[in-house]
């Protein structure tokens, strides 16, 4: 049985966002697959590595869990909005505190090199813009799917990552999202 955890990056509990979450937790419960879920929203803690790597700040029991469920999870879903070309501070300070030396990679002594400290899991990573995800790709580069790729996920062993692009939303209709929504909800039952 597959050990999904859905990561919830969007602040706004009304956002479609977590439309997506919900969608894609149907489809993966669907699937059998064990299911567990993180709103970063919801958790309580500070998100400023204060003291960068240099000094440990003490990890507060919501990131304790968060790790747990990290190490748990074969598949690991990532779902926010795209801002300024990046993801919401929120996850961005959740990804600081949480990504840690020791947890998610390991430098070597006395070397550039590093090792990997969370291999073996896939991911997805499902982004939602207020631009055509055609113009986000060919115009501005994709910088937050470069981010969350190749600097975070590939950096700390995770090597399978597939990327969901949906937008633009802000002028979307029900019809475009309810669409959105079914397929994600069938990426869900495939676990993909």
Avoid at 167 to 190: A, D, F, H, M, N
């Amino acid at each position: 049985m597959k050990k999904v955890l859905i990561i919830n990056g969007h602040p706004d509990k009304e956002s479609f966002n977590f439309a997506l979450a919900e969608a894609y937790q149907k489809g993966a419960e669907k699937s059998d697959a064990e299911v567990q879920v993180i709103n970063i929203r919801d958790l309580s803690f500070n998100p400023n590595l204060q003291f960068g790597y240099r000094k440990r700040t003490d990890l507060e029991p919501d990131l304790l869990d968060a790790q747990a469920k990290l190490k748990w999870a074969d598949h690991l879903v990532w779902i926010y909005p795209v801002w300024w070309g990046s993801v919401p501070a929120i996850m961005k300070g959740f990804l600081d505190r949480v990504l840690l030396p020791g947890f998610a990679f390991q430098k070597r002594e006395n070397s550039l090199w590093w090792d990997k400290l969370l291999k073996g899991k896939t991911a997805r990573i499902i982004c939602t813009l207020d631009q055509p995800a055609w113009y986000y790709q060919w115009f501005n580069g994709r910088p937050s799917h470069i981010t969350m790729k190749k600097l975070t996920l590939n950096f700390i062993g995770v090597k399978k990552v597939r990327i969901t692009t949906i937008g633009p939303i802000r002028l979307s209709k029900e019809k475009y999202r309810t669409k959105w929504l079914q397929k994600v909800e069938e990426l869900g039952r495939g676990n993909k």
